[in-house]
């Protein structure tokens, strides 16, 4: 029971991480554009405007990902309650993959939104 415990809670760190820093970059973007902290990209950290954008882009989808996240994780980690260890930790290291898979793959609508919104240079294309 100890090792599922251990489990559920490592499989819940990364829906909170997408909850916590999606709720951030909605709040609050970084100020300065910087290479240490936030969605850093090429086209990203063109100037104030694209880092903005894609701060507010990516904490909207980060917050709908780990709202989803959080209790489909949930949902997996007790269809393995009792099991053995083995096979609560196959299918813990799974559900991480899989959430760590989405979390890159959230660089993809956000790059395409910015390429949509912003021309190469960084200026905003009038829609």
């Known amino acids: 029971m100890g090792f599922w ?3 559920l809670v490592m499989v819940l760190l990364i829906p909170c991480t997408f909850i916590g820093f999606g ?3 909605l709040k609050k973007i970084p100020r300065n554009i910087n290479g240490a902290f936030g969605y850093r990209t090429r086209r990203s950290m063109q100037n104030k405007e694209t880092w903005a954008f894609a701060h507010r882009y990516i904490g909207k989808l980060w917050m709908i990902c780990g709202i989803i996240l959080l209790p489909a994780s949930c949902v997996c980690m007790l269809l393995v ?5 083995e096979l609560v930790g196959t299918i813990g290291a799974v559900v991480e993959m899989l959430e760590i898979g989405l979390m890159l793959i959230s660089i993809i609508p956000t790059e395409q939104a910015l390429k949509k919104n912003f021309d190469e240079y960084g200026r905003a294309r009038s829609l």
């Open 5 to 7: 415990v251990f489990m």
């Open 23 to 25: 709720f951030l970059f």
């Open 81 to 85: 309650l009792g099991k053995s260890d």
